[in-house]
Nanobody, 124 residues
Framework: QVQLRESGGGLVQAGDSLRLSCVAS????????MGWFRQAPGKEREFVAT????????YYADSVKGRFIISRDNAKNTVFLQMNSLKPEDTAVYYC?????????????????WGQGTQVFVSS
């Protein structure tokens, strides 16, 4: 089992930045690719960003490319999501997830473990 706990959400204004963190425990963190997903009210959960086990490869949804940066610190069992130039449409609950596969994964079905989520609200 892998336990994931997100933090760093909050209420910000459009154009502001936030940094989300997700701390993992339970198993070797570097054995998992990590992803961030989000779910806005009334919408399905959607892929945001992912990073491979070593951190060597990343991939982003078009909607956040150039604004968000995913990174990880395997020594601290933590994955981050730096969110810049936030927009009201970024408002959602953000979830981190762990994938035991080796490749870039954008589909939620590929992920084995999920956190409880952290709320991000961006006002206009």
């Amino acid at each position: 089992q892998v336990q994931l706990r997100e933090s760093g959400g909050g209420l910000v204004q459009a154009g502001d930045s936030l940094r989300l963190s997700c701390v993992a425990s339970g198993r070797t963190f570097s054995n998992y690719g990590m992803g961030w997903f989000r779910q806005a009210p009334g919408k399905e959960r959607e892929f945001v960003a992912t990073i491979t086990r070593s951190g060597g490869n990343t991939y982003y949804a078009d909607s956040v490319k150039g604004r968000f940066i995913i990174s990880r610190d395997n020594a601290k069992n933590t994955v981050f999501l730096q969110m810049n130039s936030l927009k009201p449409e970024d408002t959602a609950v953000y979830y981190c997830a762990a994938d035991s596969g080796y490749n870039i994964a954008t589909m939620s079905e590929k992920y084995d473990y999920w956190g409880q989520g952290t709320q991000v609200f961006v006002s206009s």
